[in-house]
């Protein structure tokens, strides 16, 4: 049986290795056309702010690694183009030589990931203007920086901010234009109003309700022009969104939502016999909203990466799906989401409770207690949980991680009343802030 997928991060890396360890006599083609296979995008924005000391510190595997020591046919490089179901071909460029390949496939995975989304500006072409999604891209940002004072990053969702905390880090000054109300639009606007504030409190400039409408400079870039004013700038770093990379599957009947996002069921299926999506560049089913969506995460593509690799062999597998959860730093500050949002909620159409609370992380008397502000989400009447919102010091990544396992498990909001938590004054309260909060809220019936 021959594999061929395409693209060597996380989706693509993962569903190969349960391949390898699941089917001994596989035949395995990777087809990347990067030249850097299973890296952790997610921490490059701490190589720019060198609290990672090396771009090669995120590798997981290498290359090497993996034809040596795996049998992989890990190639580098090669650009797909096209992708043909009825002859189960793929071809496409080897970029090095302008080759062309193909090569046959008996079970195929699309796993392209995402890439950044760049806006047609006038002067786009400048030097002095990037992005931030590959190895590459990073070092390309580090090698610019040595004269650059201002930076302008255009983008205020989570990329911009953790790039913003990195930029400051290194002693750059920082501005942040983002077109709508409001920074990390996961989030409603009353919880974002915690992270406007602490970005004016790190000297960040945040222009709000401004759009970008050309980038100016001879060769290089030296002022952003926007709806509502001009502002000079060293260095731009895009940051408005992804969108998957699936324009080459075009024309192949693979059914796909309008944003470029292959369609595919729990087992990681696509609509075409024997082809195979997941990561960045699929669908992933979202369990409370119980419909498709396109929430792109590295934990996310690893799982879906896995499952569809164990599908591919044989062993049926389910891809349970998602609940849209996500934590970030900025500064001082974890930004933590699950769930629903009130927008997504309304959006829905769902009736829902809101309540909020102001807690602490450990307990009250105990030194060193750090504020959180929780806002949770639950429906009218039966009180399922449908979200949460959490920002503060310590201890947030563990309540979203709480929230996150009681929305999986379909729990209702004074089940939280129930759950047995770990408490001991220097680690928590004797009732953990989510429970204070249902305590103190729960409708009695």
């Known amino acids: 049986m021959h594999y061929v997928i395409i693209g060597g991060d996380a989706a693509g890396m993962s569903a190969a290795m349960e391949i390898v360890r699941n089917d001994p006599d ?13 890296y952790g995008q997610c921490g490059l924005p701490y190589v720019v702010g060198k609290h990672v000391p090396s771009s090669t510190d995120v590798i997981a595997r290498s290359v090497e690694m993996f034809r040596s020591k795996y049998g992989i046919d890990a190639k580098t490089g090669y650009e797909v ?18 080759e062309n390949f193909i090569l046959n496939y008996d079970r195929l995975l699309i796993a392209t990931g995402a890439t950044p989304v760049i806006p047609k500006w006038d002067g786009g072409h400048l030097l002095g203007i990037h992005t931030i999604k590959t190895i590459p891209n990073t070092e390309a940002i580090i090698s610019d920086l040595e004269n650059v004072q201002q930076v302008t990053i255009i983008g205020g969702g989570y990329i911009g901010l953790e790039m913003a905390e990195n930029f400051v880090s290194i002693g750059k000054k920082v ?25 004016k409190e790190n000297n960040i400039e945040v222009l709000l309700n401004e759009e970008v409408q050309s980038l100016k400079g001879v060769n290089r870039v030296n002022t952003v022009i926007t709806d509502k004013g001009s502002y000079p700038t060293d260095l731009v770093l895009v940051a408005v969104g992804v969108k998957p990379t699936t324009e080459f599957l075009k024309g192949t009947g693979i059914e796909m939502q309008l944003n470029g996002a292959v369609v595919v069921n729990n087992h ?21 909203k ?4 396109y929430i792109p995460l590295g934990t996310t593509a690893n799982k879906q990466g896995r499952i569809a690799g164990l599908n591919m062999i044989g062993q049926r597998t389910e891809f349970k799906g998602i609940v849209g959860t996500s934590i970030m730093k ?48 639950y ?27 009681a929305l999986y498990h379909q729990m209702t909001f004074s089940e939280l009343l129930d759950l047995d938590l770990a408490y001991a004054p220097p680690f928590n309260g004797v009732w953990d802030p989510l429970q204070q909060l249902a305590k103190r809220n729960t409708v009695k019936k």
């Open 26 to 38: 596989s035949q395995i083609t990777t087809l990347e056309k990067g030249h850097i296979y299973s």
């Open 81 to 98: 183009t096209k992708v043909d179901n009825i002859n189960k071909t793929v071809s496409g460029e080897i970029l090095q030589t302008r």
């Open 175 to 199: 501005r942040i234009i983002q077109r709508s109300n409001q920074l990390a639009g996961i989030f409603d606007n009353d919880v974002a109003s915690f992270i406007h504030e602490h970005a």
């Open 268 to 288: 990681l299926e696509t609509n075409l016999d024997s082809i195979y999506a997941a990561g960045d560049c699929a669908t992933h089913f979202h369990r409370i």
């Open 290 to 293: 119980e419909l498709n969506d």
């Open 330 to 377: 900025f500064f001082n500050l974890a930004l933590g989401k699950t769930g629903l949002s009130e927008k997504e909620a309304k959006k829905l159409g769902i009736s829902y409770e809101v309540h909020v609370q102001e807690s602490t992380d450990i307990a009250g008397y105990y030194p060193g207690k750090e504020t959180m502000h929780i806002k949770l989400i």
């Open 379 to 405: 429906s009218v009447g039966d009180q399922q949980l449908l979200g949460g919102q959490i920002i503060g010091g310590n201890g947030v990544d563990k309540r979203i991680d709480v929230l996150a396992t």
